[in-house]
């Protein structure tokens, strides 16, 4: 079982930056994959970024690669999540996401493969 709890949104005009932190409390920090999700109102949870428990590896949506990224700090129990050049359509509630030694090389993009989900925090780009 591990508690996530998000943190670092807020307004900022288009062009920004933001940094959201995901502290996670509960089991071995460093045995989890953390993922990054975001959901505008009415549309599908999307993927934003993930980084693998074994190596650090990482993957980005297409939409944010070169401009957010990921890492975590195992001795804070933390990911992190720079996002840079902010865009009015990076408008949504960010949440963050772990699973416990997922076995796949790569972190994973779909949601269905986490297991745990932090409440969200809401980022919005004005133009």
């Known amino acids: 079982q591990v508690q996530l709890v998000e943190s670092g949104g807020g307004l900022v005009q288009a062009g920004g930056s933001l940094r959201l932190s995901c502290v996670a409390a509960?089991?071995?920090?460093?045995?989890?994959?953390m993922g990054w999700f975001r959901q505008a109102p009415g549309q599908e949870r999307e993927f934003v970024a993930a980084?693998?428990?074994?190596?650090?590896?990482?993957d980005y949506a297409d939409s944010v690669k070169g401009r957010f990224t990921i890492s975590r700090d195992n001795a804070k129990s933390t990911v992190y999540l720079q996002m840079n050049s902010l865009k009015p359509e990076d408008t949504a509630v960010y949440c963050c996401?772990?699973?416990?030694?997922?076995?796949?090389?790569?972190?994973?993009?779909?949601?269905?493969?986490?297991?745990?989900w932090g409440q969200g925090t809401q980022v919005t780009v004005s133009s």
């Open positions: 996401a772990a699973v416990y030694r997922i076995l796949s090389r790569a972190p994973p993009a779909l949601p269905s493969k986490y297991d745990y």
């Open positions: 509960g089991r071995t920090f460093s045995s989890y994959s």
């Open positions: 980084i693998s428990w074994r190596d650090g590896s990482t």
